[in-house]
C-alpha cells in the first residue's frame, strides 16, 4: 500500500549501531596480533580466526575490561552474568559462516550519553553494548562494490575486537548524530580503550524512519516504528560522512513518501565518493540469523571484577574542572578537553606558567595551526617539549607573542625546527630597552605629520608610529611597551 503524506508533517527516527575497534595488542579469541595497518594480506592469521575445525576460542580479558570500563562510563547496567552467541550470515569475509557477539545477554544495558547540540543538551539512550569479533575486509578491485572487476579478501582484520554500541532511536536529525559521535569519541578515547586515528577504528550502521511529528510525543511508539518502514545505512567511517548519509537519506524517504511512494525495508550501502545510498539487500530481520550460543565459551561473570576496574576523569568533569580550577570560558574549556592529549598538554603548561597564557596557546595557537595544517596533536606527540619551550619563551618575556606565533610556531611546524634554533636564525630575540628607546625617538623625528596629528586627536596617528618602531626592531620590541613609550614621548 502506498503512503500517500503529501499533507502529513514528517519527522526522522534515527537509531545507531556503533562499532568501535578496541585497543587491545591481541584479538580477541586468539594471540594474532591486532598491528596491521602495514602487514601483508591474510599474515596475522591463525586457525582460530580463520574458523579451522578444531580450533577452540579463547575469551582476551583485555576486551572484557575495555567493556567494563565503557559501562562505567555511560552509567549503563553490567549484570552478574553474561555470555556469547553464534550470528549465522554467510558473507565471504567471515570465515567461519557466523559470527562470536552477544545477543541476549550483553555486557552493557540500558546507558546513557549526555551530548550537546548548538545550545541544546539531551541525554541519548543506550540501550545496549557487547563485544564481538571483526569480520575480515573486502578489496573491491577495479572499482566499487557496484562495479569491481573482483573482490579480494583480507582475513588479517578477521577476529579483532569490537564493541557495538546501541543506540536507542533518540535522534531526530543529521546534526544530532554527529555531536553524538564527537562526544562517544571523546569518552572512548579518555578510557584509554579506542584510537580514533586507526583507520577503520569507527564504524556506523543507521537506521531511520519517517513518521508523523505527532507520533513523536513521548518518544515514538513500537507500534509507529513498526508500521514505518526502515532503512539500514552500512558503510559510514567518520562523523562528517554520519551526518552526509543521514540527511541525504532523511531527504530521499521524505522525498518517496511526498511523491506518494513506498518506502522499502533495506540495507542500503552509503557511496562515500557519489554521496548517495543505494540499495544493497532485503533488510534482515532478527529471526533470519539464527542466534544460538556459543559452546566453545563458558558464560562470563564480572560482577566482583568490575568494582576494582577505574575509569580516569571523564570530559564533561575535565570540562568542568578547568572552568572552576583555571577560570577558563566555556567555550575555551570546550576546545581543551576535546582530545585527551590536548587535555593532557594544556595541563602540564598550565603547572608551569599562567593558566591564561596556556590555554590560548594550546587552544587557539596550537590547535588552530595544527588544523590548519590539517595535522593533529598525535602527529606531532614527540614535540611537546618544544611547545612548552616556545610558551616558556613567551612568558619569560623573551620573544614577542606575535613573533612566537606568526613566526617561530608556524616555522616549527613546516619545517620541523626547534624554537630556540628559528629565534636565533630569525633574529627575534626582544630588543633592549635602549634599542626600543632610540627606535621612538626616530619614528617621532622622521614622522612630523603623524605627530601633528596625534596632537590632533587622531588615533590612528599613534597606531602608525607604533608600526614604524616596530618596523625599526624588526618586530622584536613588545607593542605594549612602544605604545607607552610613544605616548611618553609625546607629551
Known amino acids: 500500500m502506498s503512503q500517500q503524506v503529501q499533507d502529513r508533517d ?16 591481541t584479538k580477541i579469541f586468539c594471540g594474532c596480533s591486532t598491528d596491521t595497518a602495514d602487514a601483508d594480506p591474510n599474515t596475522h592469521t591463525c586457525p582460530v580466526c580463520l574458523g579451522l575445525p578444531g580450533a577452540l576460542p579463547v575469551l582476551n580479558e583485555g576486551a572484557v575490561e575495555a567493556a567494563v570500563k565503557l559501562g562505567k562510563a555511560i552509567d549503563a547496567n553490567i549484570p552478574e552474568r553474561t555470555r556469547f552467541h553464534r550470528k549465522n550470515y554467510f558473507y565471504p569475509d567471515l570465515p567461519k559462516g557466523f559470527q562470536i557477539t552477544q545477543y541476549d545477554a550483553p555486557i552493557c544495558q540500558d546507558g546513557e550519553l549526555e ?8 541525554v541519548i539512550g543506550i540501550e545496549r553494548a557487547h563485544l564481538e569479533e571483526d569480520p575480515g575486509s573486502l578489496q573491491h578491485v577495479g572499482g566499487s562494490i557496484e562495479d569491481a572487476d573482483y573482490t579480494l579478501v583480507d582475513y588479517n582484520r578477521a ?6 554500541i546501541v543506540t536507542r532511536p533518540d535522534f531526530r536529525a543529521a546534526d544530532e548524530v554527529r555531536s553524538f559521535l564527537a562526544k562517544l569519541t571523546e569518552v572512548l578515547e579518555y578510557l584509554g580503550i579506542f584510537d580514533a586515528e586507526r583507520d577503520g577504528s569507527l564504524r556506523v550502521d543507521a537506521n531511520i524512519s519517517m513518521v508523523d511529528s505527532e507520533d513523536l510525543d513521548g518518544g515514538p511508539s513500537h507500534e509507529v516504528l513498526e508500521s514505518a518502514n526502515r532503512t539500514e545505512v552500512k558503510n559510514i567511517s ?19 513518501l511526498e511523491r506518494g511512494m513506498a518506502v522499502e525495508q533495506e540495507t542500503r550501502h552509503w557511496d562515500e565518493a557519489r554521496g548517495v545510498t543505494v540499495s544493497m539487500r532485503s533488510k534482515e530481520e532478527e529471526k533470519d540469523y539464527r542466534y544460538f550460543r556459543e559452546a566453545d565459551i563458558p558464560p562470563l561473570e564480572v560482577s566482583d571484577w568490575k568494582e576494582e576496574i577505574p575509569i580516569p576523569e571523564l570530559p564533561d568533569a575535565r570540562r568542568e574542572r578547568f572552568q572552576a580550577e583555571y577560570g577558563v570560558g566555556d567555550e575555551t574549556a570546550s576546545k581543551l578537553t576535546s582530545r585527551k592529549a590536548v587535555a593532557d ?5 598550565a603547572d608551569e606558567y599562567d593558566a591564561g597564557l596556556a590555554a590560548t596557546w594550546v587552544a587557539d595557537n596550537v590547535l588552530g595551526e595544527l588544523n590548519y595544517r590539517d595535522l593533529s596533536l598525535d602527529d606531532v606527540a614527540d614535540r611537546y617539549d618544544e611547545f612548552e619551550r616556545l610558551v616558556e619563551l613567551v612568558a619569560e618575556d623573551e620573544i614577542t607573542s606575535k613573533n612566537a606565533e606568526e613566526v617561530v610556531l608556524r616555522t616549527m611546524l613546516d619545517e620541523g625546527r626547534g624554537p630556540d634554533d628559528v629565534v636565533e636564525a630569525e633574529g627575534l630575540g626582544k ?14 623625528e622622521e614622522n612630523p605629520d603623524a605627530v601633528e596629528d596625534y596632537h590632533d586627536g587622531e588615533d590612528d596617528a599613534l597606531n602608525f608610529l607604533v608600526g614604524q618602531v616596530m618596523g625599526k626592531t624588526g618586530g622584536s620590541a613588545d607593542p605594549g611597551q612602544v605604545n607607552e613609550l610613544l605616548r611618553e614621548e609625546l607629551a
Request: charged fraction near 25%; aromatic fraction near 2%.
Open 431 to 444: 630588543t633592549s630597552g635602549d634599542e626600543v628607546a632610540q627606535a621612538v625617538t626616530e619614528a617621532i
Open 10 to 25: 514528517l519527522a526522522a527516527v534515527i537509531g545507531l549501531e556503533v562499532h568501535v575497534q578496541l585497543e587491545t595488542d
Open 115 to 122: 551530548v550537546g547540540t548548538g545550545d541544546d543538551r539531551r
Open 159 to 164: 577476529g579483532t575486537p569490537l564493541m557495538e
Open 345 to 349: 598538554l594544556f595541563e602540564e603548561l
Open 238 to 256: 567518520s562523523h562528517r560522512a554520519a551526518q552526509k548519509a543521514l540527511a541525504y537519506e532523511i531527504t530521499r524517504q521524505r522525498n518517496q
